[in-house]
């Protein structure tokens, strides 16, 4: 609720200085970056994928989670179908419903440390999964972080969201207590950021356009 008011705040406070002078210090509206931030604050965080001419596209939507540790692939947790990008239903009457996903929305509530909360939804299919990461195994505060744009390349894998852990800064060869996080705001999807050479453990979501011909 707190949130909600802070939002309400940030958008309608421009309205109380109608009357400023030219050169007076007032109240601006808030611009979606500001908003994206107060999320962050209360632990929303929203991201949506655009995907173009989805009309002209019939492969399924397949999501995936997988876990790491600086070791490499520890398991693979789960894979969705989230249904076609473009597809179209002819019912007994003849009549017809098309369902076009031009865009999957993915929202994630990072109830602690430990914690998150993950939501993905399309025209055509909604799921909902919880995180929990074992605290006496990795300590560190774990973040999100999204990956760069990929092409739409039918029955390839791709990376969209990195929930990662902190590392810690290591000098003259030694761990100290001081710990950091990727500094890009955009993951390469190549893994080619150091990141992932000192990242402990992490999640990556990925999608997948599948043809309807592979299983």
């Known amino acids: ?6 939002l309400i705040f940030l958008i309608t406070a421009p309205l109380f200085n109608v009357f400023s002078q030219k050169d007076s210090v007032s109240f601006v509206p808030a611009n979606t970056e500001d908003l994206e931030a107060i999320l962050a604050f209360s632990g929303l965080y929203v991201y949506i994928l ?3 001419n989805a009309k002209d596209k019939t492969e399924a939507i397949y999501i995936s989670l997988d876990e790491y540790n600086d070791k490499g692939l520890i398991k693979k947790c789960w ?10 239903i002819t019912f007994k009457d003849e009549t017809k419903k098309s ?4 865009n999957v929305k993915i929202f994630v509530q990072k109830k602690d440390k430990y914690e998150f909360k993950l939501h993905m ?3 055509q299919m909604g799921y909902s999964t919880s995180l929990k990461i074992d605290s006496s195994l990795y300590k560190n505060d774990h973040e999100l972080r999204i990956f760069a744009e990929h092409p739409y390349k039918p029955n390839t894998k791709f990376p969209v969201l990195l929930i ?3 590392w810690n800064i290591v000098i003259d060869g030694k761990p100290t207590e001081y710990s950091r ?12 950021s150091d990141a992932f050479q000192s990242m402990p453990h992490y999640y990556v979501l990925s999608i997948e356009y599948r043809n309807n011909n592979k299983e």
Do not use: Q
């Open 1 to 6: 609720m707190k949130t909600i008011y802070l």
């Open 50 to 52: 655009n995907i173009p």
């Open 79 to 88: 894979t969705e179908n989230f249904g076609n990008v473009f597809k179209e």
């Open 99 to 102: 369902f076009v996903s031009d």
């Open 121 to 123: 939804k399309t025209a």
């Open 164 to 166: 990662g852990s902190y």
């Open 181 to 192: 996080f990727c500094m890009e705001k955009e993951l390469p999807v190549d893994f080619s």
